[in-house]
């Protein structure tokens, strides 16, 4: 219900009148309320041009933001002008003491306690929202380009004042290059019901940790499609927020604390994406701010975009292969490099177990080409890793593929299926030196439990056959495992241009 309000009216609680505002909305505080008055602005995402609009868009806010906190959202007032009918409107709220917002919160180092109930009630929020089928054609692959190829453009006009005028070319070929073989995943998102009616601007400003529970304000009301995502979307929002404001220590651990509170599975890429995305609206938000002479919004554009171009290149999805020869120290390799990195890792002697019918810790003792060995049967193992590979390099994980490669046609086909999902290829070959490797081989022989059937005579005959790779970084592999990883870390790092993160 509207009610009416004037400026003479006295504050309750009998503070002074005090006002803040942002870019399309001003702010008066008295007392134990909050008045919001949308600003009569037009811009390509929203349009309070005319007083009926406002009324629409403040009514819009109480009913949505009531789903999150409804005893802040007290409801909307009119504005008496001196003829005494309402000439414009405002959204009346609880005050909400400033101590207890998250954003200060994290300053100060002070969160910790409030971020689990942060993720719990935006997971509960989550679970209970909307969906439907026009609400899940958001979450689309093409939706999703379709949002991004918006701000990109927005952007464009920013870039020359830019301290960093390439960034926003830059985010846009990681983006483009990353939602175009993620079209799988994202029709996964949808049929798993992950794209509800959310709130669609989660911002530690907008949080506040009370005794009773998190209060969380001010949703995005003015397109409804704007808040129709992936529930990962919206928390990605909020955990750049707190990156932005604390280090990415924050933002993870309030990912992890929805994760845990939400049951939510996905690829690490996937929330990097979002945060990346969300990063980008919020630069397009500072470069506005700027335009309306905020003096210092440039520059935190420029920082949530360096944000935005971390997170997509985290979200890079990649195909490795690690090879060489048996007791080289792939296999070693391969599970560091996954375990740092949070990469998948396959291994082609437990496929080749699998399709034998045999336990990975049963050790065959076959000849060179023979029993599980043949090579149709090498054929189909590779087949059946690479099979492994392109499921998840379509939904999004990076992969490590640990085999020897050892002919031109296995690699050949490595590299198809990294092309026919969109990622990028990294090859690696383990060498160190015959006599290094045979012990390593006896020493796995002795210990038993592992896959690999490798003699060292078998090693010896895979030499004599293992064809020329110009296209594989060369790693050492003689030393410390730690001094191997570093040594791929920075292959795979050049490789790619960039340093990979995760």
């Known amino acids: 219900m509207t009610s009416r309000w004037s400026p003479d009216a006295p504050a309750s609680g009998g503070f002074d009148p005090a006002a803040t505002q942002t870019h399309v909305s001003v702010l008066f505080f008295a007392g134990d309320r909050v008045y919001k008055l949308k600003k009569p602005v037009r811009t390509p995402f929203l349009d309070f041009s005319s007083p009926e609009l406002r009324l629409q868009a403040c009514q819009r806010e109480v009913e949505l933001n009531r789903r999150l906190a409804p005893d802040v959202y007290l409801g909307v007032a009119g504005i008496l002008g001196p003829d005494g009918r309402a000439c414009d409107h405002l959204v009346v709220m609880r ?18 306690d409030c971020l689990d109930a942060v993720a719990g009630t935006v997971a509960r929020f989550h679970a209970s929202a909307a969906t439907g089928p026009d609400i899940a054609a958001e979450g689309s692959r093409d939706a999703l380009l379709s949002r ?16 960093q005028p390439g960034l926003p070319e830059r985010i846009a070929q990681l983006v483009r290059s990353y939602l175009a073989g993620r079209k799988h995943l994202l029709d996964r998102r949808i049929a798993e019901g992950k794209i509800r009616d959310g709130h669609g601007d989660l911002l530690a400003d907008d949080v506040f940790c009370l005794e009773d529970g998190p209060r969380i304000l001010d949703c995005l009301e003015f397109d409804d499609r ?12 909020l955990a750049m927020d707190l990156e932005h404001l ?16 939400s049951g939510e599975s996905h690829p690490p890429g996937l929330a990097h994406h979002y945060m990346a995305y969300r990063a980008h609206v919020r630069a397009k938000v500072a470069c506005l701010r700027h ?9 935190e554009a420029t920082e949530l975009l360096e944000i935005a171009a971390s997170h997509l290149e985290a979200s890079r999805v990649v195909l490795v292969l690690v090879g060489g020869l048996p007791g080289t120290g792939k296999s070693t390799l391969a599970g560091a490099i996954g375990g740092e990195r949070g990469w998948i ?3 082609s002697d437990e496929i080749r177990k699998d399709l034998a019918g ?33 499921e998840h390099l379509q939904l999004g994980s990076s992969v490590i593929l640990d085999a020897s490669w050892s002919s031109v046609e296995q690699r050949e086909s490595a590299a198809l299926a990294a092309r026919s999902c969109v990622a990028e290829l990294v090859a690696l070959c383990c060498m160190a030196p015959l006599e290094l490797a045979s012990a390593r081989i006896a020493e796995r022989a002795r210990r038993g439990g592992d896959p ?39 292959a795979i790092a050049d490789k790619l241009g960039e340093a990979v993160r995760n």
């Open 95 to 112: 005050r909400m003491p400033p101590e207890r917002r998250l954003a200060r919160l994290v300053r100060k180092g002070d969160c910790d």
């Open 148 to 163: 991004w190829e918006a701000n990109i453009s927005e952007m464009e006009r920013f870039a020359p004042q830019l301290p």
């Open 226 to 237: 704007l808040r129709y995502v992936d529930v990962l979307d919206d928390a990605a929002f």
């Open 246 to 261: 604390g280090g990415p220590e924050v933002g993870r651990r309030f990912l992890e604390a929805y994760q845990k509170a």
């Open 291 to 299: 335009e309306q002479g905020d003096s210092e919004a440039l520059s």
């Open 345 to 347: 890792v396959l291994r």
């Open 358 to 390: 045999v336990p990975h810790s049963v050790r065959e003792n076959p000849g060179y080409l023979q029993g599980s060995y043949t090579k149709e049967m090498t054929d189909a193992t590779y087949s059946a890793l690479l099979g492994r590979a392109r």
């Open 452 to 490: 690999s059937d490798a003699t060292p005579a078998v090693a010896r005959s895979m030499a004599a056959g293992f064809d020329d790779w110009p296209g594989a970084e060369v790693i050492d592999a003689s030393g410390e495992p730690h001094e191997t990883l570093e040594r791929a870390g920075r």
